[in-house]
Every structure is written in structure tokens, then in C-alpha cells.
């Protein structure tokens, strides 16, 4: 009989979590122009809410606009903070 009675520990276990945590997205890479980009978004929104309030169509483009820009500068907000602690 052999005395060791356990498997070995594989010591690859744990790489898939690191390699995951270092995942570089291009909005992680420039915040910055990202927060911009959601800014413009947002107020290309708001010029076509202004202005096409009875266009449904223009109304329906203001809406998604406004959704993508938000989205946009939440993400790029998280990733400017995440990145001047860091840094």
C-alpha cells in the first residue's frame, strides 16, 4: 500500500482567476475619451428631444442615445476611478 493516501494539489488551480481579474477592455484602457463620448451622447439626446418631440422616430433615437451615452459615462466613470487608485 502506498503511505500517501491524498492527490497532489494541481498548482494551476487559481490561474483561471487571475487571468480573468486581468482583462483590459478598451473603455478600462481610456476612460477618459469614453466619459467624453457618453457626454456628446447625452446631449445629442438632448438637442433631438428638443427639437424632434414629434418625430416618434427622433424621439425613439433621443431615447436609445440617452441610454447608450449613460451607460457609457457609468462605465467610464467606474474605470476612471478604478484607475487613479491604482495609478
Known amino acids: ?45 438632448g438637442f433631438l428631444l428638443v427639437t424632434g418631440m414629434q418625430n416618434n422616430a427622433k424621439f425613439g433615437l433621443a431615447l436609445l442615445s440617452l441610454i447608450v451615452g449613460a451607460i457609457t459615462v457609468i462605465m467610464a466613470n467606474f474605470s476612471l476611478a478604478k484607475k487613479n487608485v491604482n495609478g
Open 1 to 45: 500500500m502506498s503511505t500517501k493516501k491524498h492527490k497532489p494539489k494541481k498548482k494551476y488551480k487559481n490561474q483561471s482567476i487571475k487571468r480573468s481579474s486581468k482583462r483590459i477592455n478598451l473603455i478600462s484602457q481610456y476612460p477618459r475619451t469614453f466619459l467624453i463620448i457618453g457626454i456628446v451622447f447625452i446631449v445629442i439626446a
